[in-house]
């Protein structure tokens, strides 16, 4: 039993299963949106059953990308010298011991391909586009830290692979097997409400580089806290905050959502703290730290938001 709580502990460090929670979220905002659809249209059916897998099947990807980091990052020794926060800096599994480099490349390897088996369910019963999804997020997995994070894209296929694309995967993989014709895969306000998750993505990953930007250097690695400079990413940081928000106000006022989309906005005071520690302690870690905390809480409230304001509007139009 204790050999067994050992395991559970250890690999749910490794797999840093606190973070996962973002998947679940992400599938969430898509499920409502595919209920919306469907109580609009009346086309198609709900069904819980394709709404497990699909959180399965995110959720295994989510791991795939941890494990595939943990293992790149070991492989480069860029672990080694980072200053490990709670939310940056990898788990230290492989580091202490816990873990051997190659229970993680093959773990990561496996949980690659059980997703893209649910991923090759839903391409065959929904619509072959997502195939394409797949694609994208498949080689934002393998390739991320061998090239995208040397590239200057590492933080826009992120909030794709682990954001937009989880939203709008989702909602194909629920409505897609209903839908007249390609065109129907994409209706505006899914594109439009998608967008805040993505952009939310790519700024956990964004932040949590501050701290390990020089260790990310000295490993080869091109980001753009690297490229930038932590003072004007810093900036950067908070401009993406504030286009977050944007988007989520436009929504409703383009008519793409109902108002319902603003209790997204209840997250703006912790994300402007973030912002202020962020500008005000760009290059001091231990005092960066709870930025990244309050990160964390803007990225995964906002997404639970947002979900639960599709679910309002949906018993609200409900006969």
Known sequence: MGTMRG????????????????????????????????QETGRGSFSWFDAILLVIGVVLTHVSVNLFNEYSDYQTGIDANTRRTPFSGGSGMIQSGETTPLAVSTAAWETLFFAFLIGLYFAIMAHWFVLVIMLVGALSIVYYTRYMAKWLVGELFAGL????????????AMTGGSAAGIRDLFPPDVILISIPPGLLTSLLLFLNEFPDAEADKQGGRLHLVIWLGKRKAAVLYVFGLVLTYAFIIAAP?????????????????????????????????????????????????????????????IIVNMP
């Open 7 to 38: 395991f559970i502990k250890t690999w749910g460090a490794q797999i840093r299963g606190n973070f996962l929670v973002l998947s679940v979220l992400l599938v969430a905002i898509g499920l409502a949106l595919s209920a919306r659809h469907m």
């Open 161 to 172: 692979s682990l954001g937009s694309l989880v939203v709008i995967g989702t909602f194909i």
């Open 253 to 313: 006022l383009a008519g793409l959502g109902s108002w319902w989309l603003l209790l997204g906005c209840a997250t703006i005071p912790v994300a402007a703290r973030a912002g202020v520690i962020a500008l005000r302690h760009y290059d001091d870690t231990p005092k960066l730290v709870p930025a990244l905390g309050l990160n964390v809480v803007t990225v995964l409230a906002t997404d639970a938001l947002l979900a639960v304001a599709v679910l309002l509007e």
